[in-house]
């Protein structure tokens, strides 16, 4: 309610201005010979109305100088001629032409405000939602740390402590024992990096090989595929962003795991090749296989396979029937970098 008042108080330095400049020029002109052109000075009243920010009164002032232009030939010393005329009206012109360009610079400016005040308005809903989502998580990571983590913890000492001592027991059973609580260390790790949230390493991004060779290691154990690495040479100097990396293992480990719960197979089979800028890795198994038009849609294993591919700019195919193994393949653009 008090916008408007405000806007007109601001407004009454320019328009005492330009109403003195004008009652000067009309006294100019009123004083020198009609064939002289001191009304042209009006244009300059125009212009001095632009500090008011206030259209409305840039068209009265338009208007007021057009009557007095008009007043000053009638009122203006000696005879009029021709020439008198033609100069009120090209005063006149001037007068208009100066209105319309003044319109024009306030109502692109009153778009620029707008225009600044929408990204404000932006800035503002985007940085409350940025501390709101950081909040969120600063909870969730409360929440992680605080159950599941010890959850996880727990669970990893009662298997140190209740089972068997290893010289009774079989070598397969130790061995999956073993992988048991390496899987629950791993897990707790992760837990932990998610956390704190990403955070710089010394030794740069590990590379894509590396990491690939280590999950299929990890992976196999007792009672499980026997899972085998087939690595293009080359590929163990080959560098991915961390992130990259990060997707790509995530998406390997996500098949391989699959394949370990669901397919029954004996043997699994992870391809990895560079060809023409794109890393191409395919998961293969010899197991009972699955109809991919009737996978479960509130699952969230291959939905997260089919994000983590899609953020990292890549495409991901699976091909499958009944009693006829499972083929997944993956492709990501790789930078060609390599380190010694």
């Not at 990096?193 to 992976?219: F, K, R």
Request: charged share 20%; glycine share 8%; net charge neutral.
């Amino acid at each position: 309610m008090n916008m408007p008042s405000l806007k007109t108080r601001d407004s009454l330095p320019a328009l005492t201005i330009a109403l003195g400049l004008a009652a000067g020029v009309f006294i100019l002109d009123s004083l020198t010979p009609r064939g002289m052109a001191p009304q042209m000075l009006y244009a300059v009243v125009l212009l001095v109305a632009v500090w008011t920010h206030n259209q409305r009164i840039v068209k009265l002032l338009a208007w007021l100088c057009t009557v007095l232009t008009v007043a000053g030939f009638f009122f203006g010393a000696g005879d009029p001629s021709e020439t008198s005329v033609f100069n009120r009206v090209v005063s006149v012109s001037l007068i208009w032409l100066t209105a319309v360009l003044v319109l024009l610079y306030m109502r692109a400016e009153e778009r620029l405000r707008q225009v600044n005040l929408n990204l404000e308005q932006l800035v503002e809903e985007r940085t409350a939602a940025l501390t709101q989502v950081m909040k969120q998580r600063e909870r969730l990571g409360r929440d992680l740390h605080d159950d599941v983590l010890q959850l996880l913890y727990a669970a990893g000492l009662n298997l140190k402590t209740a089972v068997p001592p290893m010289k009774t027991c079989p070598p397969d059973v130790a061995g999956q024992i073993r992988h048991t609580i390496g899987e629950l260390e791993l897990a707790m790790q992760h837990l932990r990096d998610y956390i704190s949230g990403p955070q710089p390493t010394a030794d740069g991004e590990p590379p894509v090989g590396v990491a690939l060779a280590n999950l299929v290691q990890n992976m196999t154990v007792a009672d499980r595929p026997r899972f085998s690495l087939n690595l293009q040479p080359g590929l163990s100097g080959v560098f991915l962003p961390l992130a990259k990396t990060e997707n790509v293992v995530h998406i390997v480990r996500e098949a391989l795991s699959n394949c370990a719960r669901h397919s029954q197979a004996t043997q699994g089979l992870v391809t990895v090749q560079r060809d023409d800028g794109m890393l191409q890795i395919e998961i293969s198994d010899d197991g009972i296989g699955f109809n991919p038009d009737h996978v479960r849609r509130d699952g969230h294993g291959l939905a997260n396979m089919a994000t983590r591919v899609e953020e990292v700019g890549g495409t991901l195919t699976i091909a499958s029937s009944p009693g006829r193994g499972t083929r997944v393949v993956v492709q990501v653009p790789c930078v060609e970098t390599v380190r010694p």
